[in-house]
């Protein structure tokens, strides 16, 4: 249980840097730190307590292992989340090339 | 069943042009480029009628293609029934035409191949989609369709469209992790990412508290993506900083098809539509019509308008929906399509007036209508369309969900619609008289009408507005009907795929 709500602070750590931050390199740290939070909470449902990695062995029986679709699925969403960030950090680069700061309360020419 | 063997290749054909554009297109000429895209969205639009008739002989109600034979609780299946047959022949449609709008008017913008490998791969996002009957693989291809569309918002990199993009990619990805956590928390309660599967288990399962606490994640996520109200800030932005043709997608399709798709079949077809989930959708459909249509009204950028009426008619959709009953479906998804196909038809003419006049301010234009005749009228058409003039779809679909409303006692929600429908009128006819009525402005003495291929986008459209009533008449009503059907039948879906698998 302990577990699941670190992993729930370090969630809201990185919505707290997305919402709260003015600086826009800040903002995708914040996204990271909440797309590594996500991938943990996926990988801690799928662990078992004294459970091995699920390989098959000819010569020994396993008695208690981990789910292994979950880690399947969060490798993928690890890449999903680094395609995100390359993204998103380019956007901001273009973005500080065209205004000269990384603040988002003086990027601000669209609005109503 | 060889009828279900055309299902992936929704995913394939696209995915491959995109691969093959991105791969010859800076060897080969720019015409070329036009002509593989326009033939690889035909072929997706002959394969999506193509699927309605293989739906409508076969005896089940739905196909279902094993990705690599494994069977569907283990391997990933791909699920062709009415509402996803309903949702490919809309995406498709805009899809080709918008393609065929793209070969002048990208033009201005320096990489064409670019622009269309970006364009396939968030067709292959949300043809994806539709298709699949896998819980994480549709999120798998709803980042697909996103991390485009946020590139393609930016691609024109002026100031402007690269903040928007990074609201946009920001607000996207936070929607994003909250569908994964969702999706996390339904595979901890069921143990199984099928969907067909989870609705057996979550309906053979006593109710506790993760059901509703997986319903808020979904409602806050999906809801980002279909920019419902509280969670709208980004949509004027992004859509109409994007190049016309993407605006004409995003608006278009984007948002229905990540957005109220998912959404509807999640909670309808997976979780199980509780009571509490419906009124929830209701009001914040009704409060998106109104909120979004008043801001709307004072919108000088011809562009920023149209999107905040997107906003504004989503509204209607998830009014519609929301409402439960088989009529309110109907109204809420013949919206979806009619919605498609005039806002599309918007963004277009926007698009049109900036290739020819330069501007999308409404205040610089002025009686247009005699250099622009194609687009004075198809825009025309447009806006009673979107206002609900008779004998337009527009009209068909809003007196649907109206009626609808009235039948289930919510005089109130009917009310909303109305007055939403009327401000809509008056926002539109503010367009007709400040763009094309009045005199004509000396600076545009020059200009000249748009070239035909993006003509004929917009006559398509046009046609398809004034026609798009027929679809209630009997003959073609097996349309809409098969998808409403998906929708009201619930969690028999399971059913209905097992049924497939199992033939």
């Known amino acids: 249980m302990t577990l699941y709500l670190l992993c729930l602070a370090l969630f809201c750590v990185g919505l707290y840097g997305v ?30 307590y004294h459970g091995r990695s699920p390989i098959e062995a000819q010569d020994q029986q396993i008695l208690q292992m981990v789910d292994p679709l979950p880690q399947a699925l969060v490798l993928t969403s690890i890449v999903i989340g680094l395609a995100v960030t390359a993204l998103v950090i380019s956007i901001a680069i273009r973005i500080y090339e065209k205004y000269g700061t990384f603040d988002i309360t003086e990027i601000k020419r669209l609005r109503g | 069943m060889p009828g279900a063997n055309i299902i992936p290749l929704f995913v394939i054909i696209p995915l491959f042009t995109a691969f093959f554009i991105s791969l010859i297109g800076r ?57 996803s047959n309903f949702m490919l022949v809309t995406v498709n449609i805009i899809a080709f035409l918008v393609v065929i709008y793209s070969f002048n008017y990208m033009e201005k913008y320096t990489d064409k191949p670019k622009f269309y490998t970006l364009f396939f791969l968030m067709l292959t996002g949300m043809n994806g989609v539709i298709v699949t009957g896998d819980l994480f693989n549709l999120f798998v291809f709803l980042e697909i369709a996103s991390i485009s569309s946020y590139a393609l918002v930016a691609f024109g990199t002026e100031a402007e469209e690269l903040e928007a993009s990074f609201k946009y990619a920001i607000m996207g990805s936070v929607a994003s992790a909250f569908i994964f956590i969702g999706i996390a928390f339904l595979y901890g309660f069921t143990s199984t990412l099928n969907m067909a599967d989870m609705a057996r288990v979550l309906s053979a399962k006593p109710s506790n508290w993760a059901v509703p606490f997986v319903s808020v994640l979904f409602l806050m996520g999906f809801g980002l993506k279909s920019a419902l109200v509280p969670f709208h800030a980004w949509l004027p932005d992004a859509h109409s900083s994007a190049p016309a043709s993407i605006s004409a997608m995003l608006s278009g399709v984007l948002i229905k098809t990540l957005g109220v798709y998912a959404l509807a079949r999640i909670f309808f077809n997976v979780i199980g539509a509780s009571g ?51 009529l309110g479906i109907l109204g809420g998804l013949f919206h979806l399509f009619n919605h498609s196909i005039f806002k599309s038809l918007l963004f277009l003419n926007s698009g049109a007036i900036d290739y020819s006049a330069r501007t999308r301010d409404l205040r610089e234009m002025s ?98 507005c004034i026609l798009g009533g027929l679809l209630l008449l009997p003959s073609f009503s097996f349309f809409l009907n098969n998808a409403v059907n998906v929708l009201s039948d619930g969690r028999d879906y399971a059913l209905a795929v097992f049924g497939a698998v199992l033939k």
């Not at chain 2, 409060?287 to 008043?294: C, E, G, K």
């Not at chain 2, 109206?402 to 926002?427: E, F, N, P, R, W």
Request: hydrophobic share 55%; charged share 10%; with cysteine.
């Open chain 1, 19 to 48: 919402l709260r931050k003015r600086n826009l390199v800040k903002i995708i740290i914040g996204l990271g730190i909440m797309e590594y939070a996500m991938n943990l909470f996926f990988i801690l449902l799928a662990y078992r």
């Open chain 2, 276 to 326: 509490t989930v419906l009124s929830v959708l209701m009001f914040l459909g009704a409060l998106s019509m109104l909120v979004a249509v008043i801001l709307a009204l004072s919108q000088w950028d011809l562009k920023r308008l149209l999107a905040y009426h997107s906003i504004s008619q989503i509204g209607y959709v998830v009014l519609g929906i929301g409402l439960g009953t088989p």
């Open chain 2, 367 to 464: 009686g247009l209508r005699k250099k622009l005749p194609v687009t004075a009228g198809t825009n025309l058409i447009a806006s009673m369309s979107i206002a609900g003039i008779p004998p337009l779809n527009g009209f068909f679909s809003k007196l649907i969900i109206i009626l609808a409303c009235v039948q289930k006692g919510h005089i109130g929600y009917a009310l909303a619609a109305v007055i939403a429908s009327v401000l809509t009128l008056a926002s539109f006819m503010k367009v007709q008289k400040f763009a094309f009525l009045g005199p004509l402005k000396e600076k545009y003495q020059a200009i000249k009408e748009v070239p035909p291929a993006m003509k004929f986008a917009m006559v398509s459209l046009a046609t398809i």
């Open chain 2, 27 to 83: 060897f080969i000429k720019s015409t070329y480029v036009d002509i593989v895209s326009g033939l690889s969205s035909f072929l997706l639009l002959i394969f999506s009628f193509w699927g309605l008739a293989i739906l409508g002989r076969c005896p089940e109600t739905a196909l279902v293609y094993k990705i690599g034979g494994w069977l569907p609780p283990f391997g990933i299946c791909m699920v062709l029934d009415g509402l």
